[in-house]
């Protein structure tokens, strides 16, 4: 089965394409041929997650599923969220909305966080929705170099390291995204099943 990822994330669709059968074919916007940047104005990551995945089924007719991940920090009443790419600005970098992060939480012994991945899936004209969590801790100063976004930051609970220390295999066991994903390949074999 071919579905399309809602995403221009090159890294993410390997991460996921790493976790599905053989069966289940994943192509990118790009693969198909869209270039264009899908709004992403929702205030929740259940909303730009439709968003997403409602935009490719509505131009390009075919079953394709969007996630949308958000940074929750307890301290912060759930900041960064919706806005994790953007933290810090528009030029959505990682290192600048690590900064502003840290110092936000500078002082503040609450250092809970977690990250929530929602996926959409458009089959066969129907929405599902899927949630995945890990739950952590946010560090005082970076450590590792994989990964991406807030990883150097981020150590899950159950680990004395960072996902910017895990390999990609091992993060991909535990993460939010992984979680979620999970849930979509269960559901999506489920569906095999009944055939
Ligand atoms: P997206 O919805 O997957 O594009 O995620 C939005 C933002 O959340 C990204 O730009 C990153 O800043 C952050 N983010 C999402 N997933 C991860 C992850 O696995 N590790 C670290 N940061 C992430």
């Known amino acids: 089965m071919k579905l399309i990822f809602a995403t221009h994330n090159a890294h993410k669709a ?3 394409q790493k976790m599905l059968p053989e069966s289940i074919q994943i192509l990118t916007l ?7 940047e899908i709004p992403e104005t929702a205030d929740t990551l259940e909303g730009n997650a439709s968003l997403k995945s409602s935009f490719v089924k509505d131009h390009y ?6 996630d949308d991940t958000g940074l929750e920090i307890e301290a912060l ?5 919706v806005l994790s790419a953007r933290y810090a600005g528009e030029t959505k970098d990682p290192q600048a909305n690590m900064d ?22 458009w089959l066969n004209e129907e929405e599902y929705l899927f949630e995945g969590i890990v739950d952590g801790t946010i560090r005082t100063e970076r450590s590792g170099a994989e990964g991406f976004g807030y990883d150097p930051i981020f150590q899950p609970d159950g680990y ?8 990609m295999d091992e993060k991909n066991k535990i993460s939010h995204r992984g979680r979620a994903v999970q849930k979509l390949v269960d559901f999506l074999s489920q569906l095999k099943l009944d055939k």
Not at 61 to 66: L, Q, W, Y
Not at 160 to 167: D, G, K, L
Request: net charge negative.
């Open 14 to 16: 390997k991460e996921i």
């Open 61 to 66: 007719g075919v079953n394709c599923f969007a």
């Open 100 to 121: 502003l992060v840290l110092s936000r939480l500078e002082g503040n012994s609450n250092r809970k966080a977690r990250f929530r991945t929602v996926i959409s899936l």
């Open 30 to 36: 790009e693969e198909i041929g869209c270039f264009d």
């Open 77 to 81: 009443n759930g900041e960064p969220g």
């Open 160 to 167: 004395e390291i960072t996902f910017a220390e895990m390999s």
